[in-house]
């Protein structure tokens, strides 16, 4: 996973902010259209707190909750401009990328996006 890069980082780092916003974005946009709903501010700031936990991690709530809200604003602008299959595609490309040993150009576009709506 993305966030295995930044395993030595703490949490606070921008590079482990970037990386769970774009590993949120992939989970939101899953969700969406495998179940046509969007996670909740506070689920996704619960699965934040879950993948930090794997790393002995933590942030504090109200972080957690704008890194999800950032992701929340760019998973449903990315929905906007996607038809079903187009974002079904997407999706999936986000969640393998979210392998070490997978690189993707879809990825990568959407990681600068979630440095640039993070530093926003």
């Known amino acids: 996973m ?6 030595h980082l703490p949490a606070g780092d921008k590079g482990t902010r970037v990386a769970l916003v774009y590993a949120l974005v992939a989970e ?14 506070a689920q996704g700031a619960a699965l934040c707190a879950e ?3 794997r790393s002995r991690r933590s942030l504090a709530l109200p972080e957690r909750q704008h890194l999800s809200e950032v992701s929340d604003g760019l998973a449903r ?3 906007v401009g996607l038809s079903r299959e187009a974002g079904l595609y997407t999706a999936h490309e986000l969640s393998e990328s979210l392998s070490v040993n997978y690189h993707s150009e879809v990825g990568a576009a959407i990681m600068v996006e979630c440095e640039r709506a993070l530093d926003s």
Not at 2 to 7: A, F, G
Not at 28 to 41: A, C, I, M, N, S
Request: hydrophobic share 40%; glycine share 12%.
């Open 2 to 7: 993305i966030l295995k890069k930044t395993e």
């Open 28 to 41: 939101r946009l899953g969700v969406y259209y495998e179940h046509g709903q969007w996670p909740t501010v």
């Open 51 to 53: 993948w930090l936990a």
């Open 77 to 79: 602008g990315i929905a």
